[in-house]
């Protein structure tokens, strides 16, 4: 950041240019996979507890991947992958949302969706994502324990790498606006008065948490106690499904103090923190599942 620039022109910049604006921005990203990768029991492999600074690195990739300059070249990248990103819940009615998660794949979900009227590309793929990408790092993990000593080193790099794009949709899933069709200023119905601008989105996850919250607030509020999950579709189900129920306290908090760079209100920064440790402690846990279940054996049934 140069000396000399305002810091309100700063805080404009971000607000009129959406399309630099990330997920939770780089700093919330970052905080998520650092607050996270602290948080690994002894137990993990050392070479992934002494990468936090790289997993912290990692988790603002995927926005990173959406460079202007690219999607001024081709913009195939921003529109395929944008879904990962978020599920607006409210777009499909519950049973239907339930059904359509409870199916084997992205595309079995885009096809359940598509037979009750919803268009779940817009509606967005985020739990796939993140089950997709846990699957794959608990297969590097399996193949880290049977390898040699010449072979490891490379799997350990892709598991690193795996690992922080992982956390990259865990922490996104943590922000209640990326799960809901209030992600930008409230839509509809609006008798309570909340935030209709659409710098909204942007004015809390990357304006304010930017200027207010620091790693060291996200880490002390992490459980230390890690989890396993015996079913890990059900867990990012039941991960999301909180968040969202978060929505309209975030809108109300805005009410009365509006989020930006300079707000300095408590209750700002408790949501705030409280939504960041609850992605560290779940991408914590995501890890940590991948890493214990691998070791586990496998009943495949006959194809």
């Given amino acids: 950041m140069k000396k000399g620039i305002p810091a309100v022109l700063i805080v404009v910049s971000v607000l009129a240019a959406p399309a630099l604006v990330y997920a939770w921005g780089d700093a919330g990203h970052r905080i998520t996979g650092e607050a996270a990768a602290l948080g690994m029991p002894a137990a993990t492999p050392a070479f992934f507890r002494g990468a936090a600074r790289q997993l912290a690195y990692l ?8 460079d202007r300059s690219e999607r001024t070249l081709d913009p195939a990248l ?15 009615p519950p049973a239907v949302l339930a059904a359509a998660l409870r199916a084997p794949n992205r595309y079995a979900y885009l096809d359940t969706l598509s037979a009750a009227g919803v268009k779940g590309v817009a509606m967005g793929l985020l739990p ?30 892709r598991i690193i790498d795996d690992a922080g794009i992982l956390g ?18 409230w839509t509809g119905p609006n008798p309570n008065g909340y935030a209709t601008d659409r ?37 990012i189900v039941a991960y999301l499904t909180e968040s969202n129920r978060e929505t309209e306290h975030l809108y109300q908090i805005d009410k009365a103090h509006p989020f930006d760079a300079a707000t300095t209100a408590p ?5 705030a923190v409280s939504r960041l440790a609850a992605g560290a402690r779940m991408l914590r846990d995501v890890w940590w599942t991948a890493w214990v279940t691998s070791g586990q054996p496998v009943a495949i049934p006959p194809r």
């Fill in 168 to 185: 990259h949709y865990v922490a996104d899933g943590s922000n209640p606006a990326h799960t809901t069709i209030q992600f930008n200023g």
């Fill in 267 to 271: 209750e700002n920064k408790a949501f």
């Fill in 78 to 92: 921003e529109g395929g992958t944008s879904p990962d990103h978020f599920i607006d819940m409210e777009m499909a």
């Fill in 199 to 235: 710098a909204f989105h942007a004015r809390f996850e990357s304006a304010y948490v930017g200027a207010q919250i620091k790693t060291a607030d996200v880490v002390s509020q992490v459980d230390p106690t890690p989890r396993v999950f015996p079913d890990l579709r059900a867990a």
């Fill in 59 to 66: 988790n603002p990739e995927p926005d990173r991947w959406k």
């Fill in 128 to 157: 796939f994502k993140m089950l997709e990408l846990s699957q794959q790092l608990r297969e590097d993990f399996r193949l880290w324990r049977a390898a040699n000593d010449s072979t490891r080193p490379w799997i350990e790099a």
